[in-house]
């Protein structure tokens, strides 16, 4: 079992940075691949990025490619997401989810655990 706990949201300006943070529960946290995904309103929720278990190798979606890193420190049990160059479009709420799965997967089905969100605005 694994909880997580999801921080760091907020209201940012286009262009600008934020680091969202996911902390886990429990001692196989470095068992687990890691994932952040985004949930727009009235949009299905989508994959962002995804870690492995030691770190490497990552994945990103097309859109935040270049923009976007996710790492994971498996000493404090914590997955991140460093967010820059945002865009309007980036507005959602952020769930980082906890995979059993040795792939680097990108679809929803593929995460056992999610955490709660934060929301992520970016205005114009």
């Known amino acids: 079992q694994v909880q997580l706990v999801d921080a760091g949201g907020g209201l940012v300006q286009a262009g600008g940075s934020l680091r969202l943070s996911c902390a886990a529960s429990g001692r196989t946290f470095s068992t687990y691949v890691m994932g952040w995904f985004r949930q727009a309103p009235g949009k299905e929720r989508e994959f962002v990025a995804v870690i492995s278990r030691s770190g490497l190798p990552t994945v990103y979606a097309d859109s935040v490619k270049g923009r976007f890193t996710i790492s994971r420190d498996n000493a404090k049990n914590m997955v991140y997401l460093q967010m820059n160059s945002l865009k309007p479009e980036d507005t959602a709420v952020y769930y980082c989810?906890?995979?059993?799965?040795?792939?680097?997967?990108?679809?929803?089905?593929?995460?056992?655990?999610w955490g709660q969100g934060t929301q992520v605005t970016v205005s114009s």
């Open positions: 989810a906890a995979s059993s799965s040795r792939l680097l997967a990108t679809r929803t089905p593929s995460y056992d655990y």
